[in-house]
Each structure stands twice: as C-alpha cells, then as structure tokens.
T-cell receptor, first 110, second 117 residues
Framework: GQNIDQPTEMTATEGAIVQINCTYQ??????LFWYQQHAGEAPTFLSY????GLEEKGRFSSFLSRSKGYSYLLLKELQMKDSASYLC???????????FGTGTRLKVLA | GAGVSQSPRYKVTKRGQDVALRCDPI?????LYWYRQALGQGPEFLTY????????KSGLPNDRFSAERPEGSISTLTIQRTEQRDSAMYRC???????????????FGPGTRLTVL
C-alpha cells in the first residue's frame, strides 16, 4: 500500500529553526515534493527532491534519503507568516500519480 | 498570468442530484489532476490526465465519479447521485509537462467546496 507519515502538529518560536519529517512507503518513487498550505488557501510549491541530499532555497531546505524512505523540510529564521500546513507528496512509479501526506500544521509563536 | 481556475467556488446540492465541477488549467499545461481534500488533511488523489488521455483513475471512490478532458484543456469532474459523504473541497491542479521526467510543479486551483444536504 501507499503510506506517507508526517507529524500532525508542531510549534516553534519566531526566529528559530524547525525540521518537519516525512517518511514514506510507496509503490516506487519518482520524486518528493513539499508544499505549503495556509488555512483556506490552495497548496503552493516549496521544494522538490529526486536525488539523495539537501536542496537549499533561501530560508527553506529539503533533504531526501531514498534508501530510508525519509525526507525533511528545514525552515530557518521562522516568521509568523510561516504558520501553515506543510504537505509532503511522493510521485509514485507506474502511472506517476502524486500521493500526499496528511500535512503538518506548524504554529509559529512570537 | 492567470492561474488555475475552478467553478463554481461553492456548490450546495441535495442528496441524489448530479453535480459537475469545472477546472480551467493554466494555458499550455499538459497534465491536469483532481484531488479531494477534507479539512485538516492532505489532498487525496482522484484522477489525472495527460493532454486528453486519462492516465490513472484509481482514486475515484466509486462509479458515481467520473472525469473528462475532451480537448486536453478544461476538465470536468462529475458526481452522479450525490451523497452526504461526498461533501468536501475538490481541488484541481495542473503542471506544464508530463510527470516523471523532471522537476515539475503542480499549480493548484482555489477549489470547489461541495456541500451535499
């Protein structure tokens, strides 16, 4: 079966660093995405990993280990506007459909 | 430029009625995806198209759900004989290229909030 696990909720302080983990078990693997979704809005793209290692983009970095079925999203210098849900999604092999995790709701406190 | 649009944004219907939800992808985008999203959950895959061809419909819950994209652009998700359990946010997303070859972001639409009474 297809399974993507993320923590349900996390809390962090403004200016801090937070790491959101994602583990997956899917029928094949063709890449992993992280999306941000503010309450009541559509998901928006943050990052994409297909090879092992770290991808850095400004305050956001994403890491992938395919052998461990594991990824994390690292958010640095947290701002209040980073309060949102963060969705991990895997592209499966075969028909290349996207499977999303349930999302991690991040609260950034002043 | 224009993003993905969906209509209607809100739909209230009575149990047993048919509904048609429309998705207008970003111009030139090849792939189009339909998802259902419950409150506090991630998007749940329903089906997707490359051009006009439906590639995978394994996520459609049952045969009351169908989707089409006859000209490779606008898509319609139809739910026949709606039931209360069909109430959810239905989201559409599009991407520029066929998936699998390279980094290819999905751009999501604002969704249609369906309520079945």
């Amino acid at each position: 079966g297809q399974n993507i696990d993320q923590p349900t909720e996390m809390t962090a302080t403004e200016g801090a660093i937070v790491q959101i983990n994602c583990t997956y078990q899917t029928s094949g693997f063709n890449g992993l995405f992280w999306y941000q979704q503010h309450a009541g809005e559509a998901p928006t793209f943050l990052s994409y990993n297909v090879l092992d290692g770290l991808e850095e983009k400004g305050r956001f970095s994403s890491f992938l280990s395919r052998s461990k079925g594991y990824s994390y999203l690292l958010l640095k210098e947290l701002q209040m506007k980073d309060s949102a849900s963060y969705l991990c999604a895997v592209i499966t092999s075969g028909t290349y459909k996207y499977i999303f995790g349930t999302g991690t709701r991040l609260k950034v406190l002043a | 430029g224009a993003g993905v649009s969906q209509s209607p944004r809100y739909k209230v219907t009575k149990r047993g009625q048919d509904v048609a939800l429309r998705c207008d992808p970003i111009s030139g985008h090849v792939s189009l995806y339909w998802y259902r999203q419950a409150l506090g959950q991630g998007p749940e895959f329903l089906t997707y198209f490359n051009y006009e061809a439906q590639q995978d419909k394994s996520g459609l819950p049952n045969d009351r759900f169908s989707a089409e994209r006859p000209e490779g652009s606008i898509s319609t998700l139809t739910i026949q004989r709606t039931e209360q359990r069909d109430s959810a946010m239905y989201r559409c997303a599009s991407s520029l290229r066929v998936p699998g070859g390279s980094t290819d972001t999905q751009y999501f639409g604002p969704g249609t909030r369906l309520t079945v009474l």
